[in-house]
Nanobody, 125 residues
Framework: QVQLVESGGGLVQPGGSLRLSCAAS????????IGWFRQAPGKEREGVSC?????????SPHYADSVKGRFTTSRDNTTVYLQMNSLEPEDTAIYYC?????????????????WGKGTLVTVSS
């Protein structure tokens, strides 16, 4: 019943931009935190960002150091977005969105309850 569906992946040149979307259904979206994660070929999964609706409680949005200043996450009533600017070849990965109840606490460890199936981002000239 809980469903997270990523979209917006594709091929982009270095320095370009891409916006990913995570459409959520089957749960009370506004009281759940949504994180973005990625896994590059041959590498471990990395937490990219997390955003909740209780920013004063958890200080979100949070970002990995590797994307800070380049990526921005935001949300509306049903969808969480990841705006990716100044993309680098090192950003190439499958990107996943995931949810957890209330706050982003523990997001860096991948402590999420539900996961999408991912969307591929390839940064190459």
């Amino acid at each position: 019943q809980v469903q997270l569906v990523e979209s917006g992946g594709g091929l982009v040149q270095p320095g370009g931009s891409l916006r990913l979307s995570c459409a959520a259904s089957g749960f009370t979206f506004d009281i759940h935190a949504i994180g973005w994660f990625r896994q590059a070929p041959g590498k471990e999964r990395e937490g990219v960002s997390c955003i909740s609706s209780f920013h004063s409680s958890d200080g979100s949005p949070h970002y990995a150091d590797s994307v800070k200043g380049r990526f921005t996450t935001s949300r509306d009533n049903t969808t969480v977005y990841l705006q990716m600017n100044s993309l680098e070849p090192e950003d190439t990965a499958i990107y996943y969105c995931a949810s957890r109840f209330l706050l982003c606490t523990g997001w860096e460890d991948g402590a999420m309850d539900y996961w999408g199936k991912g969307t591929l981002v390839t940064v190459s000239s």
